[in-house]
């Protein structure tokens, strides 16, 4: 044979053969296949179906009844190819068995004739039209031989995700052949000594009954192997990443003696909590280890996390590093500045003079003016050169300012711990875009969004938290309501009867993306009926949204603030940070469109100061009874971590914490709703292949590990360690 005869010859099929190359795929067809994600015959495998209809069991034709999925077998007693009117062309055929006749009626698929003739065995799977007595558009199948050998009926019919011009039986007949090709080649990842002791499927087996199971039990144990799989690569990533980050020199012992921020602590006006206390303790513990923090502080809207951070700012800056804080938006990130700069300003002073003395190792050496600055898109040119100046220099400083602190071109050469408020979704990739910035900094995350343990295991191996459960004394009550639209004239007037005392209100409306801009118009559409409303005339209404100007942002926050606005009536631009202890009233329209845990952060703007406080939720019109329901959960806890949890069970990962930015693929098999379990297990096994040094040689489990690591090299920060 000649080298260009052999070129023409059909390749043998291996895993990684373009799909193109499995009969009855072919370069026309090929591109939609990789429409669905499917490069390659492997890829092919691992098109899992979406669900799978019970097709097993055959009735009698005579019990067909309207209103199920049955499954039936018989002859082709006729079958006639008609034409109708509108120029389409159907397929009809009746089919019989000894019980009766009935027909089945395909719309536009005139071409069947030559499938289903007369006098051949068929299954066919649908359900009875009430009217006409017949099956339409049945799934149906020629038996050959066997029964057992069938695909599209008479058993658990897999049904995969689709694209225009793939047809459910194509892919069901693509997918079989790839099976009877290549499914037994697939090398297995997993150590069998590994994969024996964890009872998990082989993969073969799996990838068969995943697409073709024999019954429930089969399927579950595909299921199980391969979402095993899917949570075991990425905690086997995790664990890379542990290994590499523990490397010496990757992190800077980065906290000083403690001085500074005791001379803090005494002239607090208050007391800190015990959790604070605990917290602050576990913090500075990590930033004496040269390894690179990464812990979230999470606690209620209120729980006092500011000033946890203002205490390791204060051992890094007493270290001599930098410290970069960063707030969601410009408005808190001054309030920020006011509100830290308020807590230091007799110590700097202290400080400052200490310095002279022979003992005052508590001074911040080499700093030039105020060691807390605010750095924002509305800094003057002039100071901002002048902080840039100072950074580059290698002062130790805190900087407040937005997320934009990090793409800016500000050099923080001695960034030593980066503060995230209020940003649940602060990813492993900023974390990288921060390291670009020096040596890799500590991170310490403040977040009232509690993670939900399941989605921080999967998400991060083990996430550092530290929690304040807690709160600071002198809270008052918070009463959660949900009520629906009809009852809003009462809800103002509970409002109002707030307001006579001298409080303030909060009203939310949804921000909806969905449609455009229209969150703008439905809030201005609210502010406009509230300030029209006659209970309400003797207050100012001020609205508040995300396309506000910064400037007419901050003004009408700043007059809220000072209680010269008395109703707000917001976006979700609310959600982060603000502190109006005096506002007791908040009332959430649309609620059913929030999260969970949105809901409980925005809840927190209230029941800050002394007095009760009431949350109000009306569900929009359009919601739905679960929606409804979903609202109940906050009238029952205020406890965060119960929330995240519910909000994964009722909302699925999508929605949560740091998924989608994370730069982590989505599981797609794996449900961390229920597969808790599977979780733990993938773990334990992923930290045990990485260590073992017997493990990690078996040769299959390297090739994994070089395909992860080419995969996640930037999310997971590893690029750093080329
Ligand atoms: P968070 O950021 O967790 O929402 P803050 O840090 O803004 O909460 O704290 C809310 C308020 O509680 C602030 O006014 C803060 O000064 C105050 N605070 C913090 N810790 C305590 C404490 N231990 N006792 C009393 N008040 C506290
Ligand atoms: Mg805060």
């Known amino acids: 044979?000649?080298?260009?005869?052999?070129?023409?010859?059909?390749?043998?099929?291996?895993?990684?053969?373009?799909?193109?190359?499995?009969?009855?795929?072919?370069?026309?067809?090929?591109?939609?296949?990789?429409?669905?994600?499917?490069?390659?015959?492997?890829?092919?495998?691992?098109?899992?179906?979406?669900?799978?209809?019970?097709?097993?069991?055959?009735?009698?034709?005579?019990?067909?009844?309207?209103?199920a999925l049955f499954t039936v077998r018989g002859e082709v007693k006729q079958a006639v190819a008609l034409r109708s009117r509108g120029g389409r062309t159907d397929f009809t055929c009746s089919v019989a068995d000894e019980s009766g006749v009935v027909s089945a009626y395909f719309f536009g698929q005139s071409f069947l004739a030559r499938t289903l003739r007369k006098g051949l065995q068929v299954v066919l799977s649908g359900e009875v039209d009430p009217l006409e007595r017949r099956m339409v558009n049945p799934m149906f199948e020629v038996v050959e031989e066997e029964v057992a050998d069938l695909l599209h009926v008479g058993r658990l019919v897999p049904v995969h995700p689709l694209t225009k011009g793939i047809s459910a039986r194509g892919l069901r007949q693509a997918v079989r052949r790839a099976l009877d090709a290549v499914a037994s080649q697939v090398i297995d990842p997993l150590p069998e000594s590994v994969r024996v002791a964890e009872s998990l499927a082989p993969l073969g087996e799996a990838f068969e009954n995943i697409h073709f199971p024999i019954d429930d039990a089969a399927l579950e144990r595909a299921r199980s192997r391969l979402a095993f799989d899917e949570l075991f690569e990425l905690q086997v990533v995790l664990e890379l990443r542990r290994q590499f980050l523990a490397q010496e020199g990757r992190g800077l012992i980065s906290a000083g003696p403690g001085v500074l921020a005791i001379e803090v602590q005494r002239r607090l006006p208050f007391e800190l909590t015990a959790d604070q206390t605990k917290a602050i303790h576990e913090i500075v513990e990590d930033l004496r280890r040269p390894l690179p923090m990464h812990r979230i502080l999470v606690g209620d809207v209120g729980s006092g996390k500011t000033i946890v951070a203002l205490m390791a700012a204060l051992h890094v800056l007493e270290a001599g590093h930098q410290v970069a804080f960063m707030a969601p938006t410009e408005i808190l990130a001054r309030q920020h500045a006011q509100t830290l700069t308020r807590f230091v300003a007799d110590v700097s002073v202290v400080a400052h003079a200490g310095a002279g003395k022979p003992s005052g190792n508590f001074g911040l050496a080499g700093v030039a003016g105020p060691p807390i600055v605010a750095l924002t898109g509305s800094t003057p040119a002039a100071e901002r050169k002048a902080i840039a100046a100072r950074l580059a220099a290698g002062e130790p400083l805190l900087v407040v300012g937005t997320h934009a602190l990090l793409e800016d071109r500000v050099p923080m050469p001695e960034l030593a711990l980066a503060i995230v408020d209020e940003q649940h979704r602060f990813g492993v990739r900023q974390r990288a875009t921060l390291a670009k910035k020096g040596v890799i900094p500590d991170v310490l995350v403040l977040s009232a969004t509690p993670i939900p343990r399941t989605l921080a295991l999967a998400r991060y191996g083990d996430l550092d938290m530290s929690e304040l459960r807690s709160r600071p004394d002198g809270r008052g009550r918070l009463v959660t309501r949900v009520t629906g639209e009809e009852k809003f004239p009462q809800v103002i007037e509970f409002m109002a009867k707030e307001l006579v005392q001298g409080r303030q209100a909060f009203v939310v409306v949804p921000l909806i993306e969905d449609a455009g801009r229209n969150d703008v118009k439905a809030a201005e559409a609210e502010w406009t009926r509230l300030s029209q409303h006659p209970l309400l005339a003797p207050y100012r209404v001020g609205l508040l949204h995300g396309r506000l100007k910064s400037d007419a942002k901050r003004d009408v926050m700043e007059s809220f603030v000072r209680n010269e606005v008395q109703v707000l009536v917001a976006t979700t631009v609310i959600e982060v940070g603000i502190d109006v202890p005096n506002a007791t009233f908040m009332l959430v329209l649309d609620a059913d469109r929030f999260g969970l845990s949105q809901l409980h952060q925005l809840r927190g703007r209230v029941g800050r100061g002394a007095h009760r406080s009431v949350c109000v939720l009306v569900p929009g019109r359009a919601a739905t009874p679960i929606g409804r329901e979903r609202l109940e959960v906050m009238v029952r806890t205020r406890d965060g971590f119960e929330l995240a949890e519910a909000d994964l069970r009722l909302r699925g990962e999508g929605d949560l914490w740091g998924v989608r930015q994370s730069g982590l693929p989505r599981f797609r098999i794996a449900d961390l709703s229920r597969d808790r379990a599977l979780l733990e297990r993938a773990r334990v096994v992923a930290a045990r292949v990485v260590m073992e040094d017997r493990l990690l040689a078996h040769p299959e489990f390297q090739t994994l590990r070089n395909r992860l690591l080419e995969r996640y090299r930037e999310p997971l920060e590893l690029a750093l360690a080329g």
């Open 1 to 67: 044979m000649t080298a260009a005869t052999r070129s023409h010859a059909a390749p043998p099929l291996a895993p990684d053969t373009r799909i193109q190359f499995l009969p009855g795929v072919g370069p026309r067809r090929a591109p939609l296949f990789e429409k669905l994600g499917i490069g390659t015959v492997e890829d092919l495998l691992r098109h899992v179906p979406r669900t799978w209809l019970d097709a097993r069991q055959f009735v009698p034709i005579a019990q067909l009844r309207p209103g």
